[in-house]
């Protein structure tokens, strides 16, 4: 069966990225018919638009991508392509599988965890009004009549809606991804203490789930800045981790500090019916055309993807060469290395080619 799959390049090192991520999966002989689709910088430059209809569309109709980074631009429409896909494709979860890489240079051993972030609400809803603008005095003045709190007249602000419908959605997707791939606990970040009708309401919501699971899936919370302590301290207590959308972008940086870095950390942005794939890193810039930066976060996030298209075999084929080739340290950009000065670092290309030959081996 042919599987039809948008390819969005991206700005910065994804061309290169993705390119190495193409060629490693179509080595795994998956039969798979990319539509390359363009967004950001690029797309501006080529097309006068940050995000065409036309690479949205393509998704919608593919409803799988492979996705390389996107700058955030500047001054523009946008506060962030990026999130403004996830909010055009209804992409809800975003789940970032946090794994040990033998090889990779780690404070730590055998971890393996999961986070699973909100993508739609919270801080990133994008509901901000400048200091000074007429909407921010307008604002300031209503939340004085109707809470008794002084704002500082020289204020930006930024609104936080976390809803019911949400939080129980995301949640929900925790429990059901715990089960199925034979996890044992579920663990929701929040704020409660101090944020209570955002925070508490996610708290709430977790707690009200978690009894549908209750003598299947163990279920606990904790306070972010806690967790973030116990990462560092104990990251082997955890397994999923549940968490409203600004807490899981920090929180999965952190973790995946925890293996190895930027360079190793996958991740899938899921909706209802579409799903993309794209590195936990973002574009890199400094790096752009130097076919320098690891492939492998890229890669693994296609691994992800075979395995969303029910494509297991290749999905495990591919990821047990990804290992191999980082746990040997031979074929491996500078940042696998044990240091970073290290002149026997490959390219991104050439960390593609040793794992497409492992494939083939
Ligand atoms: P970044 O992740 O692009 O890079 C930070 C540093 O991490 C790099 O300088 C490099 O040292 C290291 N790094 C990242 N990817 C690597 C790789 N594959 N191999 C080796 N080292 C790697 O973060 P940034 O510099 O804060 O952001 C650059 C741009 O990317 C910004 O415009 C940001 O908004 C955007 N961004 C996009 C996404 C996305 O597309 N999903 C995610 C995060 C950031």
């Given at each position: 069966m042919t599987h039809k799959i948008t390819l969005i390049p991206g700005d910065g090192i994804g061309p290169e990225i993705t390119e190495a991520a193409r060629r490693c999966i179509e080595a795994t002989g998956v039969d798979i018919s990319w539509e390359e689709k363009l967004a950001g910088e690029t797309a501006r430059e080529k097309?006068?638009?940050?995000?065409p209809e036309d690479t949205l569309d393509s998704v919608r109709k593919n409803r799988v991508a492979l996705k390389g980074p996107i700058t955030t631009p500047v001054?523009?429409?946008?506060?962030s392509v990026n999130v403004a896909i996830r909010q055009a494709l209804g992409l809800y979860v975003c789940l970032r599988p946090i794994k040990s890489c033998p090889g990779a240079r780690s404070h730590y051993k055998d971890i393996d965890l999961v986070v699973i972030r909100e993508n739609?609400?919270?801080?990133?809803?994008?509901i901000e009004f400048q200091e000074s603008s007429p909407e921010a005095k307008r604002i300031i003045e209503e939340i004085k009549e109707c809470s008794k709190k002084e704002i500082r007249p020289d204020s930006g602000i930024s609104i936080k809606p976390i809803s019911r419908y949400a939080s129980r959605r995301i949640v929900k997707f925790a429990f059901e991804y715990a089960l199925s791939n034979n996890r044992k606990k579920v663990t929701a970040v929040h704020k409660a203490n101090i944020m209570k009708f955002t925070d508490g309401l996610f708290l709430e919501v977790a707690r009200d789930v978690a009894k549908d699971y209750e003598g299947r899936i163990a279920f606990e919370d904790m306070i972010v800045d806690n967790m973030a302590m116990q990462l560092v301290q104990r990251p082997h207590n955890f397994d999923v981790l549940v968490l409203p959308n600004l807490y899981g972008d920090i929180v999965s940086d952190l973790c995946a500090g925890l293996i190895g870095?930027?360079?190793v950390a996958p991740g899938a942005n899921i909706g209802e019916q579409i799903a993309v794939f794209e590195a936990v890193h973002g574009s890199a810039p400094k790096y752009?055309?130097?076919?320098?930066?690891?492939?492998a976060a890229m890669i693994l996030s296609g691994v992800l993807m075979l395995k969303y298209i029910e494509e297991n075999n290749a999905a495990e084929r591919l990821e047990n060469a990804v290992r191999e080739v980082i746990a040997e340290?031979?074929?491996?950009?500078y940042d696998l290395k044990p240091s970073s000065g290290d002149l026997t670092a490959v390219g991104t290309m050439e960390m593609a080619d040793a794992i497409i030959k492992k494939i083939s081996d």
């Open positions: 097309l006068g638009s940050l995000l001054g523009s429409g946008f506060r739609s609400e919270d801080l990133y809803a994008g870095g930027l360079g752009r055309g130097l076919n320098k930066v690891n492939p340290g031979k074929f491996v950009t």
